[in-house]
T-cell receptor, first 114, second 112 residues
């Protein structure tokens, strides 16, 4: 039972353009969502998070949007840079931010072309 | 400050053996979680320890176990290894748990 789904295994964008990564979830109890980036041979790196009481959170070039009615969140990267090329995972948790249990999506490989 | 350290980085074991993986969290972090990453299943939560107590557990068989010491260092153990246990095992730490986890680089376990 895949509670968090990233339906696009890969995405390719041109440098300077916007990258939009999508994530859907099925468990309405999820109340905290996170995005991680992973390079080969390294552990995932925390990027940005959003609480279910918000619909948008911004941090520099990264913005996460949450649509609770659609059970959908997206990560926007503007402008995209070649160094952003990595695997991006969305993750969700129940019980706000004070839980160590995260449910991850399968990941989307982003390639940013120079 | 030093990041999350996992040892060893690579490990090859034979079916039926048991293995112990180690994780040293960032200094001051009391929560340690473990994840298994495989190509087919993605990142799956194994368990979380906080102040030496297991606080959360994922859906893995009892062959997978863990513990946390008073200095917050953690170990996970897999007994009676199966070929399907071949995976990247990731440890993550945070001060109290949850958001803003810092992951280690993982231990790549291969079962032959």
């Amino acid at each position: 039972d895949q509670q968090v789904k990233q339906n696009s295994p890969s995405l390719s964008v041109q440098e300077g353009r916007i990258s939009i990564l999508n994530c859907d979830y099925t468990n309405s109890m999820f109340d905290y969502f996170l995005w991680y980036k992973k390079y080969p041979a390294e552990g995932p790196t925390f990027l940005i998070s959003i609480s279910s009481i918000k619909d948008k959170n911004e941090d520099g070039r990264f913005t996460v949007f949450l649509n609770k009615s659609a059970k959908h969140l997206s990560l926007h990267i503007v402008p995209s840079q070649p160094g952003d090329s990595a695997v991006y995972f969305c993750a969700a948790s129940v019980g706000s931010s004070n839980t160590g249990k995260l449910i991850f999506g399968q990941g989307t490989t982003l390639q940013v072309k120079p | 400050k030093a990041g999350v350290t996992q040892t060893p980085r690579y490990l090859i074991k034979t079916r039926g053996q048991q293995v112990t993986l180690s994780c040293s969290p960032i200094s001051g972090h009391r929560s340690v979680s473990w994840y298994q990453q495989t190509p087919g299943q993605g990142l799956q939560f194994l368990f979380e320890y906080f102040s030496e107590t297991q606080r959360n557990k994922g859906n893995f068989p009892g062959r997978f176990s863990g513990r946390q010491f008073s200095n917050s260092r953690s170990e996970m153990n897999v007994s009676t290894l199966e070929l399907g246990d071949s995976a990247l095992y990731l440890c993550a730490s945070s001060e109290t748990g949850g958001v803003g986890y810092t992951f280690g680089s993982g231990t790549r376990l291969t079962v032959v």
